[in-house]
């Protein structure tokens, strides 16, 4: 992995939530990169440990660890774990994050003819399980790692979107529960103020991913019209490349560079929120 901008996070124990994610995989190689012994938290074991083994293959020092975020209990053993091997956790990403079909709309705008499924067929115990993966994992993980940062200091960095911002439509409930990441990390960020923890968040534009996939692509590999309204309000005219969200992290991460940056929610859109449409 080619990086651009490369602190030393040599000593540094680093814990990245839904780690064997296309984003997150990215964040888990790039600290490892910076010398940073690399956590890979996960649902499934197997996932999280091929892109372990990929690291430690590379020269970097990664482990995998299996847990749910939204189970204290498996949290609480994962921490453990990585106490054992790797010592104090002095940085966390909370990348865990999701949307569910049962929470999502057919249509973007409602009328009483549409085919699918509206607002009023939406699952309430599918929009549970979102905020629970997104904002109750975040603080589910939060609770569980920061108790190695207290006293001492550390960096949280939280997977918001665009979302947080202006909902897009057709996904209520992720857009909603984004709103709230963004949310807490600014509460989080004023409660640890006086302890040396910095709490940020990044807020990625549109990038293909394996979660929103079938929405921007067609089973033939072509754009769907969604594809085609979001990058035409997208001034770069693309879509993010996952590389394309490691400088802001890294950046984050080192407290020589953002020492007096905390409660920030930073955009990394191709310009996205900036533009207007006209």
């Not at 002095?90 to 699918?116: M, R, Y």
């Amino acid at each position: 992995m080619k990086i651009a901008y490369k602190p030393d996070l040599s000593g540094r124990t680093a814990v990245v939530t839904g780690g064997a994610g296309v984003l997150c995989s990215e964040f888990c190689r790039a600290y490892a990169e910076c010398g940073a012994k690399v956590a890979v938290l996960g649902r499934t074991y197997e996932k999280a440990e091929r892109l372990a083994s990929e690291i430690r293959a590379a020269g970097g020092q990664a482990m995998a660890v299996s847990a749910d975020v939204t189970s204290p209990e498996q949290l609480a053993d994962a921490h453990k774990k990585i106490k054992e091997k790797f010592g104090s956790v002095t940085v966390l990403v909370n990348g865990a994050g999701g949307n569910s079909p049962s929470a999502t709309t057919s249509d973007e705008f409602f009328s009483p003819v549409t085919e699918g499924k509206t607002f009023f067929d939406l699952d309430p115990s599918a929009f549970g399980k979102v905020f629970s993966l997104n904002i109750t994992g975040t603080v589910l993980a939060t609770q569980e790692f920061a108790k190695d940062m207290t006293p001492g200091g550390g960096c949280i960095i939280n997977i918001s979107s665009m979302n947080a911002f202006t909902p897009l439509t057709k996904i209520p409930a992720y857009s909603a529960a984004k709103a709230g990441v963004s949310n807490f990390t600014e509460w989080l960020a004023v409660y640890f103020a006086g302890t040396g923890i910095r709490c940020n968040a990044i807020a990625p534009g549109f990038f293909l991913t394996e979660q929103n996939r079938t929405l921007l692509t067609n089973p033939d590999g072509s754009l769907t019209p969604r594809s085609g309204k979001i990058l035409a309000a997208t001034p770069m005219g693309r879509f993010g490349r996952p590389d394309e969200l490691i400088g802001t992290l890294l950046f984050l991460t080192d407290d020589a560079a953002s020492g007096f940056i905390t409660g920030t929610v930073i955009p990394v859109d191709g310009g996205f929120r900036a533009y207007s449409g006209v």
